[in-house]
Nanobody, 115 residues
Framework: QVQIVESGGGLVQPGGSLRLSCAAS????????MGWYRQAPGKQRDWVAR???????NYADSVKGRFTISRDNAKNTMYLQMTGLKPEDTAVYYC?????????WGQGTQVIVSS
């Protein structure tokens, strides 16, 4: 059974940093490019960053230079290091395969950027 669990969210001031983690079942983590997505209140769920099994990364323009995606294949875990956070980064953050699979969504982790 596929399982994805996100963690690491919280409340942070503008300019601050957070590190999100995503633990995924080995059955999907070892086979796919993985991605981070986010959904702000009242908006659609958007792609944020992705990383191939070999570590090649790509980012949405809105986070480029501020966020860093990484993965530890031995631990079936992916990370999103977020720096220079802005209020517009406030959202629930999810991980999934890339492209996303609608059957793999977890509960997400809430990030609130506010003073």
């Amino acid at each position: 059974q596929v399982q994805i669990v996100e963690s690491g969210g919280g409340l942070v001031q503008p300019g601050g940093s957070l590190r999100l983690s995503c633990a995924a079942s080995g059955s999907i983590f070892s086979s796919y490019t993985m991605g981070w997505y986010r959904q702000a209140p009242g908006k659609q769920r958007d792609w944020v960053a992705r990383i191939t099994r070999g570590g090649i990364t790509n980012y949405a323009d809105s986070v480029k230079g501020r966020f860093t995606i990484s993965r530890d294949n031995a631990k079936n875990t992916m990370y999103l290091q977020m720096t220079g956070l802005k209020p517009e980064d406030t959202a629930v953050y999810y991980c999934n395969t890339y492209p996303r699979d609608p059957t793999y969504w977890g509960q997400g982790t809430q990030v609130i950027v506010s003073s």
